[in-house]
């Protein structure tokens, strides 16, 4: 698999009021255009597709655009149906997000054919034309490990939650085979994950049985938010909260509250914030229809969000991390003098 070329992006308060002050006039270009695009998405289950959606939501509103979203709820032949029906509707653009590149990339290179403009975001549609927007995935699972090596030193045993075939898993998962070469006391004692609905659930009777058989695992790595749910209900049905620490991947509201219970096992987790990765996606899928050139990798970088932080912050949720964490508030990425912004809530 390819590694990501990081786009450098450039993160403040400041910028972020620069930028807003900026694009405050600035007027669509498509503003008396009629311009339909579609949100296909694979991954549903969660908050942190939702918050994504809404950011989808806001820069679509902002741009004047019409906005269909299709839901595939983890089911990728529903999701190939989906792209197929988008095409066969003609809209302008289309976001996908999530899936897997044996399911859609036949019939996203139809799209471009037919003359859509597609971007995608985690998941390779495998098509020069179509933008890939990313996490930074290899350093989400880098910063997350590393944390997992300062609180708990370089030996321990761990349980990892991963389901292959769905790319930011995938990327996440190349990482944590070097950190093993790196660090060969630690040693993975158990392997498992599933996308099936609920996920937390799901994942919580495979973590049970895990633990139950392996009475020495002392780190979870689930490196998506989903996976951390699960494991941590089955840590405290267990009542393991003092014995295990998770480590993950992603932030929501319901994250936030789940780390800051008393001596949660959830202690660590890196981000970026889902609802830009939204608005990044759409802004990238405007300048195409704009006739402007995106890079072929839009790779946004992430942020560490501690249990400590959001104790000694007192941050209650997704708006408090925004309010008190600059570097998780804004970006500037993909924001051309034309760009029309959504307004500030």
């Known amino acids: 698999m390819k ?6 992006l450039c993160v403040s308060i400041a910028g972020a009021m620069a930028a807003g002050n900026a694009v405050a006039e600035t007027t669509s270009p498509f503003e008396d255009k009629e311009i339909r695009i579609a949100h296909v998405r694979y991954l549903s289950q969660g908050d942190f597709p939702e918050l994504y959606l809404k950011g989808v939501k806001r820069q679509a509103e902002a741009l004047g655009f019409k906005l269909d979203v299709y839901d595939a709820r983890q089911d990728a032949s529903l999701q190939r149906n989906q792209l197929e029906q988008a095409i066969m509707k003609g809209y302008d653009g289309i976001v996908l997000q999530h899936g897997f590149t044996d399911s859609i990339k036949d019939l996203a290179d139809m799209a471009v054919q037919n003359g859509i403009k597609v971007v995608a975001f985690d998941v390779n549609a495998d098509n020069p034309a179509i933008p890939q927007i990313n996490q930074d995935d290899h350093l989400i699972a880098r910063m997350s490990l590393e944390q997992a090596v300062k609180d708990n030193g370089k030996a321990w045993k761990a349980a990892y939650v991963y389901v292959p075939g769905i790319p930011p898993l995938d990327r996440r998962d190349e990482v944590f085979t070097e950190f093993k070469g790196t660090y060969p006391d630690i040693v993975e004692i158990a392997r498992f994950g599933t996308m099936n609905n609920p996920i937390p659930n799901q994942v919580a009777d ?19 938010d989903e996976f951390a749910k699960g494991i941590k209900i089955a840590v405290d049905e267990a009542g393991l909260t003092g014995k295990v620490k998770i480590y993950s991947a992603d932030i929501s509201n319901s994250d936030i509250q789940a780390m800051r219970e008393p001596s949660s096992a959830w202690v660590a987790t890196v981000a970026t914030n889902p609802s830009i990765m939204g608005e990044v996606s759409v802004r990238a899928l405007a300048m195409l229809l704009n006739g402007d050139s995106v890079t072929a990798q839009v790779t946004v970088p ?24 600059p570097s998780f508030s804004s970006s500037t990425v993909l924001v051309p003098t034309w760009m029309p912004m959504p307004k500030v809530n």
């Open 302 to 325: 992430p942020v560490l969000i501690t249990q400590e932080m959001l104790n000694d912050q007192d941050i209650k949720n997704m708006d408090d991390l925004v309010s008190k964490i």
């Open 3 to 8: 590694t990501l070329n990081t786009i450098a």
């Open 206 to 224: 495979q973590a049970a049985a895990v633990f139950r058989a392996n009475p020495d695992i002392s780190v979870a790595f689930s490196p998506y």
